[in-house]
């Protein structure tokens, strides 16, 4: 059926062909004379063609010499014929009733099955148009070859030509019937979009001038070019980007975006261009895909070194309001996800911090108007403007930001104090148990922010309210189903709270929290006297906890912490310089960190005791760690039930018991005696 069914299509192509040339010889007689040249170079091409017929396609000849001979009995005299004119007429109405029988079959053809008008002259010639549209092999070698030996313009602009309908014509959009393309194979579509995206920077870097693997646009000779082929670039680059929003296969953006990044300077020469570029490289960039991402935001870095003043600030806010967007949910699979875009995000921002400290004011006064606006009303709605994954991304976010170094050379140093007021604001705003999870991520940014920043925020408070809490609070007696990961969640569920799970977390955040805080003001003259207070109730929570674990972890701090404090009063006796004398007193704190770092040194020690690592050894260790109590347990069971057993079988070998025995009790159940 499909054998038939391409002999009838071809068969209406021979009818159409032949029509046309019935068409021609039927017009007025008084036609000049160069219509009637035109119409005679078409009926020898015509005649050739089904000359070639019989080489081409033996079988379809066979069949046209079987059925319709008279297609194949075409000669030039018949043009000039009054016979052939008038018979032309009568088979006008048989191809009109096959082309509609056949009208809908034609809509529905694949871009194989489209008419393509191109023709390649071999031998290095010029790229010349014909009536036919059909995108060869041959022809996508030439082309390349030409623009990667040659500056020849005509070929970069018959390829930019073919780039453009190929591209609207597989994406489904409407192509007009004279310009719509048939590939010969199905691979020449791919090779001619390899072809585009590999020569298309090679004929350019000789065209224009490189600078840092990028091409702009500087000198005479590059804008005497630049004239000739400014249009035509700009029609690929804006296909490259439609191409961009349609494809959604990452190894194809991949490629696509490698090719871009030496164009990033031609991209911001169009205004039309710069900011639909800017919006379709954030959009890649936010994609879950990691290495679309990377590529996309390597594409960002290279805009930033060749964009203008409003430009930077425009991708600088698309860039934020992109992440805040991206970062609704928070979990343990897309942490990397997360992490990867605020610190890419980071850098950005550090490419000029003078510049980015006018939104940085902006969007950290925004998060300030949240806050207050939940202070004010305490409704449901505006407590969840502040307490959710975006509000608190944006705080780690810009504690890093501020963190970064050469942040303090600017006037991003004056918005470390409103950053920190709102941060200890949404700590205050509903300080619960079941906000203990928001409470230390918190914590945790505020402990980067000052560590780098040698600002002292003062958040021990907070970490020994929730140490207080885990003593005073008694545990459920049952066991609830298996707990969350509390690293991920910011309010922890009702039925989780008074758990061992759940109390154990908040111990360990707690004590490793406390001991980065500590750990990052240890250099510091005044550190004894900050870590007094502390200390006392760090003690009476080591006295009064009943945990071993918990107890031995919070006595080992309290050491730590006396050691230090007892080494910095050492060294303190000997100075000779006043409080007042800040330069001399920062001299001393950087010759103290020279010589020991208890705290810093002890933090270190136990990440890397408690990380969780995923090694194959490691999870081996575990399981026969957490398989030698069981099997243990299992061998006392044993023994116990062989006691028994054996305790029973004496009772039933007396005849004559000594004790009264309720007859009434006939099933003995050993496995229930523990009950």
């Given amino acids: 059926l499909l054998h038939s069914s391409k002999k009838t299509y071809r068969y209406q192509l021979v009818e159409m062909a032949c029509q046309e040339l019935a068409d021609i ?20 091409k015509h005649k050739q063609a089904l000359f070639n017929l019989s080489e081409d396609d033996p079988e379809f000849y066979k069949f046209l010499l079987e059925y319709d001979k008279e297609l194949l009995q075409f000669s030039e005299g018949d043009s000039d014929s009054e016979e052939v004119s008038s018979d032309s007429g009568s088979e006008e109405g048989k191809l009109e009733s096959v082309s509609d029988t056949h009208s809908e079959s034609d809509s529905d053809k694949s871009i194989e099955s489209n008419v393509v008008d ?13 009536a036919k549209r059909i995108v060869t092999k041959e022809q996508v070698k030439f082309l390349s070859k030409a623009l990667r030996t040659k500056n020849s313009n005509s070929a970069f602009k018959q390829s930019v030509d073919l780039f453009h309908t190929a591209v609207h014509q597989v994406a489904g959009e409407e192509v007009e019937a004279s310009e719509k393309l048939r590939f010969e194979k199905v691979t020449t579509f791919n090779e001619l979009v390899i072809c585009c995206l590999e020569c298309f920077p090679v004929f350019l870097q000789r065209q224009l001038v490189s600078s840092n693997d990028t091409i702009i646009v500087r000198g005479k000779k590059c804008k005497k070019n630049w004239s000739k082929i400014r249009e035509t670039v700009k029609l690929y680059l804006s296909d490259i980007l439609f191409t961009l929003e349609k494809l959604a296969e990452p190894s194809l953006l991949c490629t696509i975006l490698v090719s871009v990044k030496p164009l990033v300077g031609l991209f911001l020469e169009f205004r039309g261009l710069r900011k639909k570029y800017i919006k379709t490289l954030i959009k890649l960039w936010s994609t879950d895909e990691r290495l679309v991402q990377l590529q996309s935001y390597l594409c960002i870095k290279a805009s930033i070194l060749f964009a203008n003043s409003s430009l930077f600030f425009y991708l600088l806010k698309r860039s934020y309001l992109s992440f805040v967007q991206s970062t609704k949910f928070s979990t343990e699979l897309n942490r990397e996800y997360i992490a990867f875009l605020t610190d890419s995000l980071v850098e950005i921002y550090s490419v000029d911090l003078s510049r980015a400290y006018q939104l940085a004011f902006v969007y950290i006064r ?10 004010t009303s305490k409704t449901d709605e505006t407590t969840q403007l502040v307490y959710n994954w975006q509000f608190i991304h944006s705080i780690e976010f810009w504690c890093k930001l501020l963190s970064t170094e050469g942040a303090l050379d600017t006037h991003l140093k004056q918005l470390i104090f409103p950053l920190v007021q709102v941060s200890l604001g949404a700590i205050s705003l509903n300080p619960i148990v079941k906000f203990y999870p928001l409470r230390f991520r918190c914590i945790r940014a505020l402990n980067l922010l000052s560590t780098h920043t040698n600002t002292y925020i003062p958040l021990s408070n907070y970490l020994l309210e929730v140490l207080d809490y885990t003593r005073t609070v008694s545990l459920y007696a049952h066991l609830p ?35 980065e805080h500590f750990s990052s003001y240890e250099h510091s003259i005044a550190f004894p006297e900050m870590s007094f207070p502390i200390l006392r109730e760090l003690k009476k929570f080591a006295k009064d ?44 704190e950087k010759s103290s960190a020279a010589k020991q770092s208890n705290l810093n040194d002890y933090l270190v020690l136990w990440r890397k005791s408690t990380s969780k690592v995923n090694d194959g050894k490691d999870n081996e260790q575990l399981v026969v760690v957490s398989e030698k109590p069981k099997e243990k347990e299992t061998e006392k069971v044993l023994k116990r039930k062989r006691k028994r057993q054996v305790a029973l079988e004496e009772l039933s070998s007396n005849s004559e018991p000594e004790c009264d025995v309720d007859d009434s009790v006939t099933d003995l ?6 009950d």
């Fill in 25 to 44: 010889d039927s017009d007025d007689d008084d036609m000049d004379t160069t219509v009637k040249s035109r119409s005679g170079s078409k009926s020898k």
């Fill in 118 to 130: 191109e023709k390649v002259t071999t031998g290095g010639e010029d790229i010349e148009e014909d």
């Fill in 366 to 375: 925004q998060l300030a108007i949240h806050l207050r606006n939940a202070l």
């Fill in 481 to 515: 189903p298996k707990p969350p990961n509390f690293a991920y969640t910011l309010k922890v569920p009702k039925q989780f709270m008074k758990t061992k799970h759940f109390h154990d977390y908040c111990v360990d955040v707690a004590f490793e929290l406390s001991l």
């Fill in 545 to 588: 906890n009943y945990n071993s674990k918990h107890r031995r972890e919070i006595k080992s701090l309290v050491e730590k912490i006396e050691t230090q404090s007892k080494f910095i009063e050492d060294l303190r006796n000997t100075v000779d310089f006043a409080p007042k004398d800040m330069d001399r007193v920062r001299e001393w």
């Fill in 669 to 674: 159940n050993i496995d229930n005696w523990d």
